[in-house]
């Protein structure tokens, strides 16, 4: 297993990504419905979404160093190029998922549908950028 920093900080950003995603889908198992905006569930989902931001941007930070690492250079775009991609779709992930914190807004549902997409779609990357990565 490859314990480079970037590496580490990889799997600290999936892992991240991961229990923040459990927190309000585990809420809505415990108690059968969704957390409020305001609640303590989301709360920490939102802490945990702020620190997969910042760990992926660590990541993308240590990753510079070792661009012309065999891993890196084997992997290709890609490999490359999906992680480049769940980088910006989790800004704007974030972002739609800020929006979501205000109790008076409209358009609840169709942003909430946005956010899931991204959630969807930042999963589907990870999962291309470590499989290119490993291959």
Do not use: Q
């Not at 989301?42 to 160093?65: D, E, K, N, S, Y």
């Not at 891993?71 to 999906?82: D, Q, Y």
């Not at 109790?103 to 956010?115: D, F, G, N, S, Y």
């Amino acid at each position: 297993m490859n314990t480079s920093l970037s590496a580490i900080s990889g799997w600290l950003a999936v892992g991240s990504f991961v229990a923040g995603a459990c927190v309000p889908l585990v809420h809505r198992l415990k108690v059968g419905r969704r957390a409020s905006p305001d609640s303590r569930a989301i709360g920490a989902h939102v802490v945990l979404g702020v620190t997969t931001a910042v760990i992926a941007l660590g990541h993308t930070i240590c990753i510079l160093p070792e661009m012309g690492s065999p891993e890196a250079v084997a992997g290709g775009t890609l490999a490359i190029a999906p992680g480049v991609l769940a980088f910006f779709l989790l800004f704007a992930h974030v972002g739609v998922g800020s929006r979501l914190r205000d109790r008076a807004l409209r358009t609840r549902p169709k942003t909430r549908r946005t956010h899931l997409i991204l959630a969807s779609a930042i999963a589907v990357c990870v999962i291309v950028h470590v499989v290119g990565l490993h291959e």
